[in-house]
């Protein structure tokens, strides 16, 4: 079973607000390696973005065996960051020179969990703080990555094998897809968008009201850079506070005179846990009765985000719970089904109140799947390739149409 866990760490006071601390995807246990998987295995980059800027590529992450944070070089071999400093210093250059246009590379990719970054036409700024790497942070706006295109893919590769996945858990940017060639020669890919795709999501966030044409960010120019995810929405006040309370609210409504039942984990049907309001507060109880988790009411934060109030541990109990709820505020189906996760897709984001950015990424990705929020694998409909005995991995990008 694989998790997805998504660690948010603000940075007060910086003028780049995220910081990566450990893993950006964890991988569960039960994952058989078929064969023992090298040190590092090849990541074929192939340009197919038809744009003439130089490509930058940055291969950062926490080093599994050790856990120290750094980048990889185009031979996979790792780097420590030197200390940082408060405030944060420059990080050393660790751009790969890409591939032209029309043309690939190929780099090795070391046993890290962390991400591949890609830029046009521009380095990306990368500093260190005291707490490690700081990233770009293109909400804010006196960010120094704010006017620069670019976009990343997140993977693990470990003794099980290779996760790598696109998401837009962030943003939705430049177009990529990520693959793994198996063992037995065959290729599994994800992330690719349809024909005009790229334009499409944007044309209908567009014509989305409620804000959330706000999320887009553009150059001086007019160059569209990308759109932000609603959680970073709502900080930059793109959004309204009040976008999900209508539906929020009906929540809580349905389930003071009903029950909620959650099944969290595919592999255990018998795992139940039942949601009841009351005195405001949701509480879970098991097959006994007894009470295991509680959750206040939340705000559209802590659905967008599935923090705060949606917190979820990795634990098996209140976590699993929690990554269920989130899933099913964000795809609007917990009024339409008393019984979660709901297993069709057919029945997401139908409700006037939802995640409409979540809702148009789905939209236009060619295969249906995508990381529009941060548990979007709740019921397996993310944008994820895994291999046990990868030969090689894939990065396309795509063009911006």
């Known amino acids: 079973m694989l998790r997805t866990l998504r660690r948010r760490a603000t940075a007060a006071g910086l003028s ?8 950006l995807l964890a991988t569960g246990t039960g994952a058989p390696a078929h064969a023992a998987v090298p040190a590092t295995i090849p990541l074929k980059i192939t340009n197919n973005s038809a744009r003439g800027e130089q490509l930058y590529i940055y291969n950062l992450g926490t080093e599994l065996s050790t856990g120290r944070q750094g980048w990889a070089d185009a031979a996979g071999t790792f780097h420590p960051w030197p200390a940082g400093g408060n405030p944060p210093t420059p990080a050393p250059d660790a751009s790969i020179p890409g ?3 029309g043309q690939s590379a190929t780099i090795r990719m070391p046993k890290f969990s962390g991400r591949v970054y890609f830029s046009y036409g ?6 260190l703080t005291t707490g490690g790497l700081v990233q770009p942070a293109v909400q804010n706006p006196s960010d120094p990555n704010r006017n620069i295109l670019f976009n990343w893919s997140e993977y693990t590769l470990n003794d099980s094998g290779l996760w790598i996945n696109s998401t837009q858990v962030d943003m939705f940017s430049a177009p990529y897809a990520v693959g793994v060639q198996r063992a037995d020669g065959s290729t599994a890919s994800t992330g690719r968008l349809k024909p005009g795709g790229y334009n499409g999501f944007f044309n209908a966030l567009r014509g989305q009201p409620g804000g959330w044409a706000n999320l887009i960010q553009t150059r001086s120019d007019g160059t569209v850079l990308r759109a932000l995810s609603p959680l970073y929405g709502l900080e ?23 029950t909620l039942t959650v099944t969290p984990f595919a592999d ?4 139940k846990y039942y949601g009841r309001v009351s005195g405001g507060v949701m509480n879970f109880t098991d097959g006994a009765g007894a009470v295991v988790t509680s959750f206040q009411k939340p705000d559209a934060s802590s659905v967008f985000g599935c923090h705060r109030r949606l917190d979820a541990p990795n634990d098996q109990v209140r976590g699993p719970i929690s990554r269920t709820l989130c899933a099913g505020f964000n795809r609007s189906t917990l009024l339409v089904n008393s019984s979660q996760p709901d297993a069709s897709a057919a029945d997401f984001y139908k409700d006037n109140v939802t995640n409409h950015y979540a809702r148009k990424i789905h939209a236009q990705m060619a295969d249906g799947k995508a990381y529009a929020f941060a548990f979007d694998d709740v019921g397996h409909h993310e944008s994820l390739v895994h291999d046990g005995s990868p030969r090689q991995a894939y990065l396309t990008l795509d063009p911006l149409s």
Do not use: E
């Open 16 to 23: 780049l607000a995220t910081i990566l601390a450990g893993s």
């Open 268 to 271: 255990r049907p018998g795992t």
């Open 236 to 258: 930059t006040g793109a959004l309204p506070a009040t976008v999900m309370d209508d539906y929020i609210n009906r929540v809580w409504q349905k389930y003071s005179t009903s």
């Open 99 to 101: 591939p032209a246009a």
């Open 122 to 127: 521009q380095k990306l700024v990368f500093k």
